[in-house]
């Protein structure tokens, strides 16, 4: 099967599920599958057709008592999984647990389960053993997804379906109505996963934190794609998070201390750095949102001072000053 076709953990799960069904209780109907795996008529009719039409699975249907095997001793083909892949796969499992409100997260650590019965115990319990003790992840703050609200999300994605969101903004801490034509969905930090499309009440291209909307519906309409949005060309252009604004020059002066910690990534795709025989260096790069570029100087401290352009030097300007007039007023 992983040598024929290309399947998500969730289908695999079920496609094993419906295997171990069809040979426990001989015939079935498709209402019973979808019933015990949880999942609407149409998907478990989409999985026996697969496993039929391109498994090749001995599969044959009677009206009265359902889909059965016409030779018992048929197997699924078999997954050609090294040792290497399997960790690989039992650390993407470790990394999802660690990253709270992942949808995926059971159904990964259940097909890997399945996938390890092809291995000797022993090889599979030190695997694990690894994976859950030895290499330890974690995403610092955690957010709560809702696995409704993503599966939604991704199946508009995919069939490009306009949705409508009821959605709370933290930046004004209000809650409004949208209807969005969503592109894709892009994962910031592994933590803050974003919806990206064209608002219809905007007008334009927007960013939605997915666990910040608190209702969806998948519309009956269907949507045109830009024909010129390249999702990885907009993905560069953009400074961390935020989308917005003219692009413009931004130069940033980091301190010798700081220096290092620059040098040893890539920021963004425009970015070009000027070293000082001090051992400090500049930093250029060309960027729209400006908020996000304000909270990441900030975080340096003295280290880091904005030259340009100017729209950002005042926005760090009166950050500081705001902050040192709290300092001052907690002391009084």
Same mark, same amino acid.
């Given at each position: ?8 953990? =969730? ?68 997954? $050609? ?12 499992? =470790?990394?999802?647990? &660690?990253?709270?409100?992942? %949808? ?15 291995? !000797? ?12 003790? =030895? ?23 995919? $069939? ?8 709370? %903004? ?11 034509? !969503? ?6 930090? %592994? ?42 060309? *907009? ?23 700081? %220096? ?27 960027? #729209? ?32 000053? #705001?902050? &040192?007039?709290? *300092? ?5």
């Amino acid at each position: 099967m992983g040598q024929t076709t290309a399947l998500s953990p =969730r289908r695999l799960e079920r496609l094993l599920q419906i295997d171990e069904l069809l040979r426990y209780q001989r015939r079935i109907t498709q209402s019973i599958l979808a019933e015990k795996l949880e999942v609407k008529e149409r998907t478990i009719r989409d999985d026996l057709h697969f496993l039929r039409d391109r498994l090749m699975a001995p599969l044959d249907y009677n009206k009265k008592e359902g889909w059965y095997y016409t030779n018992s001793t048929w197997r699924l083909p078999s997954i $050609s999984l090294s040792i290497g892949e399997l960790f690989a796969l039992t650390l993407g499992a =470790r990394m999802l647990q &660690s990253y709270a409100g992942s %949808a995926y997260e059971k159904e990964l650590r259940s097909s890997i389960e399945r996938l390890s019965e092809r291995l !000797p115990e022993q090889t599979w319990i030190d695997l694990q053993q690894l994976a859950d003790e =030895r290499i330890v992840f974690r995403s610092g703050a955690e957010t709560n997804l809702d696995p409704e609200i993503w599966q939604k999300l991704l199946e508009a994605c995919r $069939s490009s379906k306009r949705i409508w969101i009821h959605y709370y %903004a933290a930046t004004r801490n209000q809650y409004s109505e949208r209807v969005v034509d !969503p592109y894709l969905v892009h994962v910031y930090r %592994a933590t803050n996963p974003y919806v990206i499309g064209f608002c219809h009440k905007r007008g334009e291209m927007r960013w939605f934190r997915i666990d910040r909307i608190q209702q969806i519906k998948v519309l009956d309409e269907t949507f045109e794609r830009e024909p010129n949005f390249d999702a990885q060309t *907009y993905l560069d252009q953009i400074f961390q998070a935020e989308v917005g604004g003219k692009p413009v020059p931004v130069k940033i002066w980091f301190d010798a201390a700081n %220096a290092p910690f620059i040098r040893e990534r890539r920021w963004h795709v425009t970015q070009e750095i000027t070293e000082h025989d001090d051992g400090s260096l500049t930093l250029h790069l060309v960027n #729209g949102g400006l908020n996000d570029l304000k909270r990441w100087v900030l975080g340096y401290g003295k280290g880091a001072v904005v030259k340009e352009p100017v729209e950002l030097v005042n926005l760090v300007k009166a950050e500081v000053e #705001g902050m &040192s007039q709290l *300092y001052k007023n907690s002391t009084n």
